[in-house]
């Protein structure tokens, strides 16, 4: 097992301000504007809105006010920013400052604050904040995940596929797979919410019990990725790696909330096991 990485949030301190930051944050920044907001279509045909900018601007003055010598990879940022914070010795956070922001910008209510934080290329912390219900959702490596302060664990009474309730993401799977799993229906019932930061860390809460998802940036699913992982859950990529890699690429995601159900997921993707 890998020796454990230092870093500033295994004090409870610290770690309260971190989260409280973020908290106040996505109210003051995000749910202050949701239905009244406006928004413009980036080159890649996504939304940018008023809450993207000032999320991340205040965000990451907040951090580097008090832990400057962590670099910041935010969503907002060009290419070679992001590879630049990257390569930091000390460390580097990654921020989605809306994750979901076509619900947020359409008024559906299911949109996220993603924040993580990688030191030597590993994630350490992760938090992802749910203004509209206010749920916080945290975790730090080796030490379990929490909503809202309170231990998190990945569990389900569900047993069996038929039995559980996919998150599923269609538009980002080859057609081929697509279609099988339309046509098969393997699981009691399907979702799909657009955030996927808080699908991982609703697969972790036991209100989806599968996932599957073609193509995530760094910044969607990092922090969701840790709270998952520490909370009890699994998951790997359609190959069959790790999901998580301190790269800027996308990456794709097959999840589930207990281990019984995800190696049942993993057969009928058939998943290679590594």
Known sequence: ?????????SQVGTWQLLKNGLRRLGDQEMRSRFRQVSFQEKQDG???TEADLQMQKHTQH??????????????????????????????CWVFDPVDGTSNFA????????????????????????D????????????????LNDQQLIAKTA??????????????????????????????????????????WCWVAAGRGHLYLH??????????????LHEAGGQSCTLDGESVFT??????????????ELFEQWQSYLQIPQR
């Open 46 to 48: 996504s939304l940018l």
């Open 62 to 91: 907040f951090l580097r006010q008090h832990w400057p010598e962590f670099a910041f990879l935010g969503e907002e940022m060009t290419a070679a920013e992001q590879e630049a914070a990257l390569q930091n010795p000390f460390g």
């Open 246 to 259: 301190a790269k800027v690429q996308k990456r794709s995601a097959v999840a589930a909330t207990t281990p």
């Open 106 to 129: 359409s008024g559906i209510p299911v949109y996220s604050a993603s924040l993580a934080l990688l030191i030597q290329g590993r994630l350490v912390v992760g938090l992802v904040y």
């Open 214 to 227: 073609g193509s995530q940036h760094l910044w969607d699913y990092a922090a969701g990725y840790l709270i």
């Open 158 to 199: 569900k047993k069996t596929l038929k039995q559980t309730s996919g998150l599923i993401d269609f538009k980002r799977l080859e057609p081929e797979l697509a279609i099988r799993i339309i046509q098969d229906n393997p699981y009691g019932s399907q979702r799909s919410f657009g955030s996927v930061a808080l699908d």
């Open 1 to 9: 097992m890998p020796p454990m990485i230092k870093h500033p949030f």
């Open 131 to 146: 203004p509209d219900r206010d749920e916080l959702f945290a975790a730090r490596l080796g030490q379990g995940a929490e």
